[in-house]
């Protein structure tokens, strides 16, 4: 009943000449994908090409970040506007990258939220614990904390469009992917987080993205699992036909 959706995170890789070539041979090798959502979210400077180069396909595009203010003198940002107005559909918030490494915090996580929703911008929220969180048995703690933060003040109404994504940062960039099971108990954490706040309906529609090295050997094993609504993949997405046989997997 939730349609899968697979993101490609590509971080700060790609000029836009190397996002164009990835389109190019990326698309016909997802064409006749129709049961999945597709987004690529490349670098705020590929947007633009990027989005020219999927015109008339089944690919959406993201960015990976935006402010959560209409427009001001905040030097270096992009704001909701101004990825509508070239026509991106997604925005991923919250990465465990951006809260590590700039500041992002759980209440400007719950800003970028509601602003994205105002916009008509699909958020895809990250959460994820970090190696120390599980080992120390906090995992249902941080991601009851992340989501009830992120999630904070939002009108149930509004909530369709959200997405999550479940990222254990122990598993990023690592090659240690969650296993299905650890992946789908923490999906379930997070799951009835939501339905505590928002209800069990809107909680039973909303999709959870699993992501920490999903590769193509082992993307179907984690799809396969009931709670898993699909992946956002960083170093994988990379290449077109790695990130095309995760688009493609084959259930079990
Ligand atoms: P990797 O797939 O490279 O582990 O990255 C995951 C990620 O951070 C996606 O947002």
Known sequence: MRKTLFAANWKMYKTPAEALSFVQAFRPLVASQTRDEIVLCP????????????????????????????????????????LKAIGCTHVLIGHSERRQYFNETDDSVNLKLKSALAHGIVPIVCVGELLAERETGHTSEVLHRQVGNALAGIAPEHTAPIVIAYEPVWAIGTGKTATPELAADAHLTIRTTVAGILGRDIADK??????????????????NQPEIDGALVGGASLDPASFAKIVNYTSF
Not at 44 to 70: C, E, F, R, T, W
């Open 206 to 223: 909303m999709r959870i993205l699993y992501g920490g090295s999903v590769k193509p050997d082992n993307a179907a094993s984690l799809l």
């Open 43 to 82: 670098s705020m400077l590929s947007l633009a090409p990027v989005l020219d180069a999927v015109k008339g396909s089944n690919i959406s595009v993201g960015a990976q970040n935006m402010h959560s203010s209409d427009e001001g003198a905040f030097t270096g940002e992009t704001s909701p506007i101004m």
